[in-house]
Each structure stands twice: as structure tokens, then as C-alpha cells.
């Protein structure tokens, strides 16, 4: 009988049944992933939060192989991150494996990026979610003046734009002219995807809608201009650099052509008449003048996404952290977001920058939110 009931207990197993009087292990959960974006060259200890996993406890990274990760408790595993297969930017699908066979994923747990950085008033570039220090750039102590940045597309290094106009390079970039008002009248600065640390080219922004091209960019025409009427808040590009974007105070995207390209499509979204609340605008990779897609930001923290296409929502339906008061700075959209299914970042005064749409959890400290109850953060680079 003992062995007609072991016999029985063993075919149950096979077919996928539980034994009698045996327990199951509960399946692990997985997330939030924490620093929740790395280098593309790997070599990142994260920390995978969740539950139930057990000793032994492997890791799919993606599309590489299942490794093996350090047990710390049930909820907590660490792990090196392995290279971005052929260093592709993205978000990676985080799996866990139990001994026992039971898994548990999460999709976007973790995102692929050359870099991410916070860029405060006084000029100075903080590193987030683990990316590397940069090094140079101005910093000006005490004086509020530094307006935006970018990154260079290989995130080697960028430029900082202060109020009036001037670009000082970090990292790698090379030394370039811009166009300088000597007033405080600069809002924003965007770099083409062509750009390198040799070759930088780019375009500046001014309060009135001017937009200025430095390092040898084909001029940018048929885009809107307020004379005497400081409004102009941010430049967005399209992925192909033909054209772009110009977010006014009151949430309104105003198309710009480059060079001799065809001018983007005119999409609508949020407008507050009358009320400069509008902070930033981020455009969905594979954005081009035939189809275009991205998502606004108002000072609150409230997320307006638009596309060319008709309207759409955030990915899962999923918001950032809505603040009730003017204190949303900056807007970033993740690699692998679509028109369906945006996904990325905002960054506050404060510092902290939190998740939204398909993408679990924030930067953890000091990336929440370094500087509490300060509103000095400006801009958020991310490559």
C-alpha cells in the first residue's frame, strides 16, 4: 500500500497536481528592481526586491541565460547585471527562478541607459540610478542661473545652457558657440542624434520661441515666436532630427521644421489658457513628421499624453506622483515606449525622480529626492 501510495503521490507531481498533505511553495514575486536603469556594459549590483524566492534562486536577465543570484532573504536577491546584448538601450524583462521551478517576472523591471542625471540651478550634474560621475561643466555657487542640459547621444558627456545662452561642455563634449542674449532669456537646449563629443550640433531655445542652431545644425524654421513674450519653455526633437516641438507656458506644441524637411504634424493636447503651468514636453522613440507621439507635463505632476494618431494613454494607465502644487520639473520617456504604451520618468524641484507608466518603483535615495522642501532640480538628462 505505501508503495501504491508513493506511486500515486509521483504520477500527481508528473501531472502537475499537488500532493496530499503537502504544501505548495507560493510562486516568487518580483519588484521593484533597485537602481532600477544601468550602464549598457553591465557589471551593476542591483537588488531584486519581492517575495518568496527561495535559496538557489536564479535570474533571467533578457534574452541571457539564467544565472544564479545571492540569496539574502526571501524577499531580497542580488545580482550582477550581465552587458546589453550588442549595447542596445531598452527595457529588460527581470525573471526569478525557484529550485522548485515556480517563477515569477517583471516585465520592465529594469531599463538599459548610457546615462541618467539631475541637473540643479546652480549648475551641477548628479549622477542617478547608478550611472557614472561626469566630470566638468560650470557650476555657479549660490546663483540660480543654469537653465537645462542635454546628454550626447552615446552619453559620454553634454552641455549645460545657463540663463543667457551659453553652452559649457562635461565629459567628453568639445568646446562650441551658441547664440548668447547676455540677459536672462535661454530656457533649453537639445542635441541632434547625429551629434558627437567632435561634432556637437544642436539647438538652443529662447523665452520668446527663437530657436538657434550652434556646431554647423541646419537652421530650424516655421516655428513659432512670441516677440517680448517670455512663454517658451521647452524643445523636443524628433528621432530623426527633422523637425520638433516647442512647448509654450500654457501647455500648446508648436511644430518646427529643420532644414528642408517637412514640418511635423500638429497634435493637440493639455491647454491651460492664460495660466503658465506647462514644464516639459518628451517625445516617444521613432518619432518622425508622419507619425508622432510623447506626453506633456504640467507643474502639479499631471502626465498629458498625445499622438498624431488620435488619443492615447499612459501604459497600464499608470501616473507619476501628482503633487498638488507647482513643483514638476522635467519629463523623460523610456527606450521601448510606443504610442500605446508610454512609459518613463519625471523629476520634481526636490530631486526625486519617480516612474510611470509600465515601469515599477523610483530611483531609490538619494535619488528620491535629495534636496526636500528646495526647489533647485531643473532638468533631467537621461541617454
Given amino acids: 500500500m ?6 500515486l503521490a509521483v504520477a500527481m ?9 503537502h504544501a505548495v511553495a507560493a510562486a516568487p514575486g ?16 542591483i537588488t531584486i526586491k519581492g517575495a518568496n524566492f527561495q535559496p538557489g534562486a536564479t535570474v533571467g536577465f533578457g534574452q541571457v541565460f539564467y544565472t544564479a543570484a545571492t540569496y539574502i532573504d526571501s ?7 550581465p552587458a546589453s546584448p550588442g549595447a542596445a538601450e531598452g527595457p529588460i524583462t527581470v525573471t526569478v527562478v525557484n529550485p522548485d521551478g515556480q517563477t515569477g517576472s517583471d516585465p520592465s523591471g529594469y531599463i538599459y541607459l548610457h546615462g541618467v542625471y539631475t541637473l540643479d540651478g546652480f549648475g551641477g550634474i548628479h549622477p542617478d540610478g547608478g550611472s557614472s560621475a561626469q566630470s566638468g561643466g560650470a557650476y555657479w555657487s549660490n546663483w540660480r542661473i543654469a537653465r537645462s542640459a542635454a546628454l550626447l547621444p552615446d552619453g559620454s558627456g553634454g552641455y549645460q545652457l545657463d540663463g543667457y545662452g551659453g553652452l559649457h561642455p562635461f565629459g567628453a563634449a568639445t568646446a562650441v558657440s551658441a547664440a548668447y542674449f547676455g540677459w536672462d532669456i535661454a530656457r ?4 541632434l542624434p547625429s551629434a558627437t563629443a567632435l561634432a556637437p550640433q544642436g539647438y538652443t531655445l529662447d523665452g520668446y520661441g527663437g530657436i538657434h542652431p550652434f556646431g554647423g545644425a541646419p537652421a530650424a524654421s516655421r516655428g513659432p515666436y512670441w516677440p517680448n513674450g517670455d512663454i517658451a ?14 512647448l509654450d507656458g500654457f501647455g500648446g506644441l508648436h511644430p518646427f521644421a529643420i532644414g528642408a524637411a517637412f514640418t511635423p504634424p500638429v497634435v493637440t493636447t493639455a491647454y491651460w489658457q492664460n495660466w503658465n503651468i506647462a514644464r516639459d514636453v518628451a517625445l516617444t522613440p521613432g518619432s518622425t513628421s508622419t507619425g508622432v507621439s510623447g506626453v506633456t507635463l504640467d507643474g502639479f505632476g499631471g502626465l498629458h499624453p498625445f499622438s498624431s494618431g488620435g488619443p492615447v494613454s499612459l501604459a497600464y494607465g499608470m501616473g507619476s506622483r501628482y503633487w498638488g502644487k507647482d513643483i514638476a520639473r522635467a519629463v523623460r520617456v523610456a527606450p521601448g515606449s510606443t504610442p500605446t504604451f508610454i512609459q518613463g520618468w519625471t523629476l520634481s ?3 526625486s525622480v519617480d516612474s510611470f507608466g509600465a515601469i515599477a518603483g523610483v530611483f531609490p535615495p538619494p535619488f528620491g529626492g535629495p534636496w526636500p522642501n528646495w526647489d533647485i532640480a531643473v532638468q533631467l538628462m537621461l541617454q
Fill in 349 to 351: 524641484g526636490y530631486g
Fill in 30 to 45: 518580483v519588484g521593484p528592481i533597485i537602481p532600477a536603469t544601468g550602464p549598457t556594459t553591465g557589471g551593476q549590483v
Fill in 13 to 21: 507531481v508528473l501531472a502537475g497536481g499537488a500532493v496530499p498533505g
Fill in 75 to 81: 524577499t531580497t536577491l542580488r545580482f550582477t547585471t
Fill in 2 to 7: 505505501r508503495t501504491r501510495g508513493l506511486l
Fill in 188 to 191: 533649453d537646449i537639445v542635441l
Fill in 233 to 246: 519653455k521647452r524643445l523636443a526633437l524628433l528621432s530623426d532630427g527633422a523637425g520638433g516641438y516647442v
